[in-house]
């Protein structure tokens, strides 16, 4: 099967270090710091990849449980919130909440849920990131039948 990669380097100490990230493709290098990551700098971090990749998993393992259902959706769009908090002496992604949008035409409500749900179980990034509680939230457009 496949594999694939990506490389960070950091320099310097926790606070006042940084670091960069690249993806093994190159659709992507950014830098990240401390204040890109526990405040509010500039930059990217390692929960921000991690939200990325979920939204693309979950968009694509969506469309394609739809598809083998039967239905051919238009468009699905996800939004990813990666919760980064602090737990004891550390921190810890705790929560990951999935927002979702979907047109399908020819579906219903209970369809759609149960194909939500289903793409939200069995997402390789979701049975990757099991630890924490992830939410969904999906929503059906109304589409034009």
Not at 102 to 116: L, R, S, V, Y
Request: charged content about 20%; hydrophobic content about 40%; proline content about 4%.
């Amino acid at each position: 099967m496949v594999m694939r990669s990506s490389k960070a380097e950091w320099q310097g100490n926790l606070r006042e270090g940084k670091g960069s990230v690249e993806l093994g493709s190159g659709a992507f290098k950014g830098s990240y710091s401390f204040p890109s990551r526990f405040e509010d700098g500039t930059g990217t971090n390692p929960e921000e990849l991690i939200a990325a990749a979920h939204a693309g998993c979950y968009s694509m393992a969506l469309s394609a449980g739809l598809s083998k259902a039967g239905f051919n959706p238009t468009r699905v769009h996800t939004v990813a919130n990666v919760h980064l908090e602090k737990v004891g002496e550390g921190f810890e992604i705790t929560t990951i909440e999935l927002e979702t949008e979907a047109e399908i035409p020819g579906i219903d409500e209970a369809a759609f849920a149960q194909q939500a749900e289903a793409a939200k179980v069995g997402c390789p990034i979701s049975k990757a990131l099991a630890g924490p509680a992830i939410k969904l939230n999906a929503k059906l457009l109304q589409t034009a039948k």
